[in-house]
């Protein structure tokens, strides 16, 4: 069987579901896709460019951040001592910081600026495995500065071996020159922003933040409707700090996944069971924000809602870039079990992004996205805090 390359003397965890992990496996790779994958025992003869010894080291997909806002300009840390001294997430967003704080600094910046930026935080995120990214917009929350948030995003998939989903995030928080007049700016989004982003081929998916200090179900019901008109999937920021039902809503537009969670009910999560909406769980802004109500994951076990881990990696509420950090989270904040973070970060991630054909599983056919570890089991992946055990990254078989 003639390959490119051949990864041999591997322990295997494939993020196939139901299969169990391979202790003596090999990985074949031709044209960046994965072309066998299995025991090592049952491995055709193979006719390869080049074969890998790992030395029984673990391989598992690449690593998929599924809910990112890496680009952005500035920093909240003044905003952090502030939440330390008492002042709540709302306050300080009722009082000019917050998202608003962040958008002041982005619409300044030029596009280079922005991806300067972002490396710095991308690189981290590729030291521990990463294959795939998703990155919003939503802090420029005008026209051009949105398109030019989108073209950053876009640029670091041209700079770094990584796959960059791109998500159009208008309906994230209402601007200035918009206030008290919610309504207009949704008019902005559908009928200006929208309209741009798709003509220019810059988003993959449209999400809005549906809450008190966001935007009502009414107003996030439009931007669905436009985006559906657009040919666009859906995503939605919901149930994070109060149950306006945005969940539900979001399953009834058939979206990839609702966000946060934490205020989610039964009928939230029968809805997304019936829709297969994936739930994104994001336990940086759950611990940084010192929120206390965590989200339903019994219930979301129960109805079989497949369930996905994000760094949520932004200024204001989860300054974090780091994958294996968000999963540990996820373990001790929420009582996901290693598996569940595991599969979080992996195949659950890539269909939260509708990539469930392409990534997210050691499969023929997949791209062939690959993390080799020095570890002993998969549950030190989850179990270390600030340990980085990664020994390789390959994307595309490369």
């Not at 704080?101 to 991806?115: F, G, K």
């Not at 949704?186 to 933040?209: N, Q, R, T």
Request: net charge negative.
């Amino acid at each position: 069987m003639r390959v490119d390359r051949v990864w041999t003397n591997a322990k295997l965890l494939t993020s196939v579901p139901g299969a169990a992990p391979i202790l003596g496996g090999s990985v074949a790779a031709l044209d960046g896709r994965i072309a066998w994958v299995g025991s090592s025992d049952d491995a055709p003869r193979f006719d390869a460019a080049e074969t890998i010894d790992c030395q029984q080291r673990w391989i598992t997909p690449a690593l998929i951040d599924a809910h990112t806002h890496l680009v952005h300009m500035g920093n909240r840390a003044r905003e952090f001592e502030l939440r330390l001294e008492g002042a709540s997430y709302e306050e300080i967003a009722r009082a000019g910081g917050g998202i608003v704080s962040t958008m002041r600094a982005t619409r300044a910046a030029s596009v280079e600026q922005m991806v300067a930026a972002a490396l710095l935080r991308l690189d981290q995120l590729l030291a521990e495995g990463l294959g795939t990214i998703e990155i919003k917009s939503g802090y420029g929350l005008e026209l051009e500065a949105e398109l030019n948030m989108l073209r950053a995003a876009r640029r670091l998939g041209e700079l770094r071996p990584v796959r960059v989903v791109t998500t159009f995030l208008g309906a994230h928080a209402l601007p200035p020159e918009f206030a008290g007049n919610a309504d207009g700016y949704i008019d902005a989004v559908c009928e200006e922003m929208l309209p741009a982003v798709a003509a220019e081929g810059l988003a993959d998916a449209v999400d809005g933040f549906c809450e008190g200090i966001g935007f009502s179900p009414a107003q996030i019901e439009r931007v669905f409707v436009t985006a559906r008109g657009l040919g666009l999937p859906v995503k939605l920021h919901a149930e994070q700090l109060s149950n306006l039902h945005g969940a539900a809503l979001a399953a009834r537009y058939g979206a990839l996944s609702a966000d946060h969670l934490e205020h989610l009910d039964s009928a939230g999560v029968a809805a997304m069971a019936a829709s297969g909406s994936v739930a994104m769980l994001l336990p940086g802004a759950y611990y940084f924000c010192r929120e206390t109500q965590a989200p339903p994951v019994a219930l979301l076990r129960e109805a079989g809602v497949p369930i996905a881990v994000a760094t949520d990696c932004n200024p204001g509420t989860s300054p974090l870039a780091s994958l294996l950090l968000a999963m540990n989270m996820a373990a001790t904040c929420f009582r996901l079990t290693v598996a569940e973070c595991l599969a979080g970060v992996t195949v659950n991630a890539a269909r939260a992004l509708g990539l469930q054909d392409l990534c997210g599983m050691l499969e023929p056919g997949k791209s062939c996205d690959l993390a080799l570890w020095d570890i002993e089991e998969p549950a030190e992946l989850v179990y270390r805090i600030g340990a980085n055990r990664l020994h390789g990254r390959v994307w595309r078989g490369q």
